[in-house]
């Protein structure tokens, strides 16, 4: 199991940047790959960005040029750099763990999510 604690949101006026931060309980570097998801009011949670054991990357078409995910396997960190915000990014983030093998099947875990609200 790994446990996924975010932090960094918080109110941000439309064209700043914020830098989310999502922290494992244990190295992550066997962890297939690690997303940022965002739930906005009334919405369906949604993949933002993710980022795979590898290094590949994968984005929303809304946060493309926007947003970059990147991993410090030494710290067991993930991180988001949000740049560029608009309103449409408000919402909760949610820090994803997803790992799949043979052995033990697929197994997801989430961290209880940071709010961002950016404001127009």
């Known amino acids: 199991q790994v446990r996924l604690v975010e932090s960094g949101g918080g109110l941000v006026q439309a064209g700043g940047s914020l830098r989310l931060s999502c922290a494992a309980s244990?190295?992550?570097?066997?962890?297939?790959?690690m997303g940022w998801y965002r739930q906005a009011p009334g919405k369906q949670r949604e993949l933002v960005a993710s980022i795979a054991s590898g290094g590949r990357t994968n984005y929303a078409d809304s946060v493309k040029g926007r947003f970059t995910i990147s991993r410090d396997s030494a710290k067991n960190t993930v991180y988001l750099q949000m740049n560029s915000l608009v309103p449409e990014d408000t919402g909760d983030y949610y820090c994803?763990?997803?790992?799949?093998?043979?052995?033990?099947?697929?197994?997801?875990?989430w961290g209880q999510g940071t709010r961002v609200t950016v404001s127009s």
């Open positions: 994803n763990a997803h790992q799949s093998s043979l052995l033990s099947g697929v197994s997801d875990y």
């Open positions: 244990r190295s992550i570097f066997s962890i297939n790959v």
